[in-house]
């Protein structure tokens, strides 16, 4: 059995490594931390883990995390810099969900999260956390830095065509829309019922914090500098992200549905959908599945591309239990073979 801690447990991305992890078989909980909630019963804050996870919330102890197999940091940005450097001293692995080691550039990290970098000395060992392009340095990490929910759909929406080296690397285009889960559990006005519900926006437009994790990401993928411009939305849903991503073939010969389809052909994960199909966020609501279509409008040489994925689930705590699996040796789909709910 993997000996898991948590470290952030009361957030949504707490909560959902938690739904997941109690029905993973070769889980073993041992410590849900906050400081907020230390000594209130998880089952009280998340009823639905009822008569499934007995435990309390307590304290960071750096000891007991360090005990462990892997730990997990569901934590605001800035706050698992602190610890890690002790844990993985102790023997332990960590999974980190927040943007600490996602950006090699710790000076860009500094300048887009407004905050002094508390290990720069691991940023250079974190091992991005994508298996669809990062699976064998995931294998053998020691530190993962999960990736965001927006990057893991505008990546793989586009790594096939990067990868191919058909599109035009400096005139690519994203739109993405997220449920109001994405902002995370703390209050906030602009997320209340009445504010979100019956509404769409977009936000960020001129610049958010994910586009440079991206464009890292992209460029690593394509081996060359890629630019993308970068457009985020609020969708009145409570989970799920839906990403319309636009590129220009330099090689209209290019079959992309076959190429979609080669590419992903052995991922688990990842579901390209037939032609002419639209996917829908309520088919991965809850699950860790991305589903992608292709669409040639007119035959020409632009491309749309259709990405769907639940935000907190592949976009987030199933997505690093799929890391997780890797860096245990066990088979990928573990604890994470779960279809979408419908309705």
Known sequence: ????????????????????????????????????????PVAQLYPNLRGIVDMPFTEPDMDKLGRCDVVFFATPHGVAQSS?????????????????????????????????HAAPELVADAVYGLPEYNRDAISGADLVACPGCYPTSIQLGLLPLLEAGCIDVH??????????????????????????SDSFKAYGASGHRHLPEIEQGLSDIAQKEVSLTFVPHLLPINRGIHS???????DTDVDVQALFEKRYSNEP???????????????????????????????GNRLVVLVVEDNLAKGASGQAIQ????????PEMTG?????LMP
């Open 84 to 116: 890690v450097p002790a844990i993985l001293a102790a023997g332990a692995k960590v999974i980190d969900l927040s943007a600490d080691f996602r950006i090699r550039d710790v000076e860009l990290w500094e300048k887009w999260y407004g905050q002094t």
């Open 323 to 330: 890391c997780m699996n890797l860096m245990f040796d066990l």
């Open 171 to 196: 005139d690519l285009i994203a739109n993405s829309a997220s449920g109001v889960s994405g902002a995370g559990r703390q209050a906030s006005v602009a997320n209340l019922l009445s504010e979100a």
């Open 1 to 40: 059995m993997i000996k898991i801690g948590i470290v952030g447990g009361t957030g949504y991305t707490g909560a959902e490594l938690l739904r997941l992890l109690v029905g993973h078989p070769n889980a073993d909980l041992v410590t849900i931390t906050s400081r907020s909630e230390s000594g209130v």
């Open 269 to 299: 994960f990842v579901d390209v959908l037939p032609v002419g199909s639209h996917p829908e966020t309520r088919t991965v609501r809850g699950s860790n599945f991305c589903r992608i279509a292709v669409h040639r409008p007119g035959g």
């Open 336 to 340: 994470l073979k779960l279809p979408g």
């Open 244 to 250: 319309t991503i636009y590129a220009n073939l330099m």
